[in-house]
């Protein structure tokens, strides 16, 4: 366990609304630090649109995963990042309806930037991103069929949360 100062530099939360005019939204953080986001969560707060998730280990404005669906990750994107703000592109409807009616969370994580490192300490050689002061890690890695392989993730001590997603199948 590690004291951080302001946790803002390491995760913040916004809300937002679509305009309805098919323009682009800029969110802009509202924390104490700036935090350009590693890892973004968006949902639909008065919708079952599906939750998105883009990471800066696969290219934030590339790639998009759906945690809560057996859909592979697909090629839509984060229309850019900047220093403490994203903007959302005006073709994904669950991040950004066009009809303008619906609000929306962006939970937001930093990890180290866009860096990332390979990590062997484990069975299977990873993918990191890692933030060791907030104890946040973005991990990719291709699974070998076998159980109980262990995978490094960039961090040391003992998670509190594991997310994993198959991203091709």
Do not use: C
């Amino acid at each position: 366990y590690t004291t951080i100062d302001d946790p803002s530099a390491h995760f913040q939360t916004a809300l937002y609304s679509a305009t309805g005019n098919g323009a682009n939204i800029t969110v802009t953080n509202d924390g104490n630090s700036d935090l350009q986001p590693d890892w973004l969560w968006i949902k639909v707060r008065n919708g079952t649109n599906n939750h998105n998730m883009f990471d800066s280990s696969r290219g934030i404005t590339s790639k998009r995963l759906f945690p809560n669906a057996t859909t592979v990750e697909n090629s839509s994107g984060i229309a850019s990042v900047a220093s403490d703000s994203f903007t959302t592109g005006t073709s994904i409807g669950d991040i950004n309806n066009t009809s303008g009616s619906n609000n929306y969370v962006a939970w937001q994580w930093k990890a180290n930037g866009g860096t990332t490192a390979s990590d062997s300490n484990g069975d299977i050689t990873s993918t990191t991103q890692a933030n060791t002061t907030a104890g946040f890690s973005i991990v990719t890695y291709a699974g070998n069929g076998t159980d109980g392989n262990s995978v490094g993730t960039g961090l040391s001590g003992t998670w509190d949360l594991v997310i994993f997603k198959n991203r091709g199948a």
